[in-house]
């Protein structure tokens, strides 16, 4: 199986800030590979696909990079409805797995 | 708009099974897969299988074969998982979403069904 990390596990930021979470894949998963937000109770909510595809409706201050087996989750100027955890996904191979989450917590 | 609506919160006994059901509307529902995911408390979402709503193909994770099972009615643009066998670990937020299958990713997601298995 495809091991997904994320680095960091938790970062506290101030509205406004910009934030990066990385992702890596214990193994190459081209560009196979979303990231999802995810508020306490609710369920996921797609925000990048193909690594770095923006997904309908979603604000643009979001962005993603990468392949192979380091991708980046970018959050410019940080909202208050931005705090949630986040993670990424491999589709790339069977079975799909999801990285651990990074929380996003308000300084 | 894509929704997905799942059927509501379920209690069961180890050894027993559940069936969670999950109806799709606002778009063509025999053109993308289905996929389910599950999330344990505090842990991270784990996939399960998925359906291709079309043809009723399906792929599971080898960790679910044998006791999970994905089924489709394209009358009622509804899909269902059923898993059996169940036990404490089991306990887990259900997730059904969509997913386009030139991509096989998850677009739209379920409001989620909280199975909880419990003597």
């Known amino acids: 199986d495809i091991q997904m990390t994320q680095s960091p596990s938790y970062l506290s930021a101030s509205v406004g800030d910009t934030v990066t979470i990385t992702c890596r894949a214990s193994?190459?998963?081209?560009?196979?590979l979303g990231w999802y937000q995810q508020i306490p109770g609710k369920a996921p909510k797609r925000l990048i696909y193909?690594?770095?595809s923006l997904h309908s409706g979603v604000p643009s201050r979001f962005s993603g990079s990468g392949s192979g087996t380091e991708f980046t989750l970018t959050i410019t100027s940080l909202q208050p409805e931005d705090f949630a955890t986040y993670s990424c996904?491999?589709?790339?191979?069977?079975?799909?797995?999801f990285g651990p989450g990074t929380k996003v917590d308000i300084k | 708009q894509v929704q997905l609506v799942q059927s509501g919160a379920e209690v069961k006994k180890p050894g027993a099974s559940v069936k969670v059901s999950c109806k799709a509307s606002?778009?063509?529902?025999?053109?993308?897969?289905m996929q389910w995911v599950r999330q344990a408390p505090g842990q991270r979402l784990e996939w399960m299988g998925w359906?291709?709503?079309?043809?009723?193909?399906?792929k599971y994770s080898e960790k679910f074969q044998g006791t999970v099972t994905i089924t489709r009615d394209t009358s009622a643009s509804t899909v269902y998982m059923e898993l059996r066998s169940l036990r404490s670990e089991d306990t887990a937020v259900y997730y059904c979403?969509?997913?386009?299958?030139?991509?096989?990713?998850?677009?739209?997601w379920g409001q989620g069904t909280l199975v909880t298995v419990s003597s």
């Open positions: 193994q190459g998963v081209s560009n196979d």
């Open positions: 979403a969509r997913g386009p299958l030139y991509l096989l990713d998850f677009d739209y």
């Open positions: 996904l491999q589709h790339n191979s069977y079975p799909f797995t």
């Open positions: 606002g778009y063509s529902f025999n053109n993308y897969a």
């Open positions: 359906i291709n709503t079309g043809n009723g193909k399906t």
């Open positions: 193909a690594a770095s």
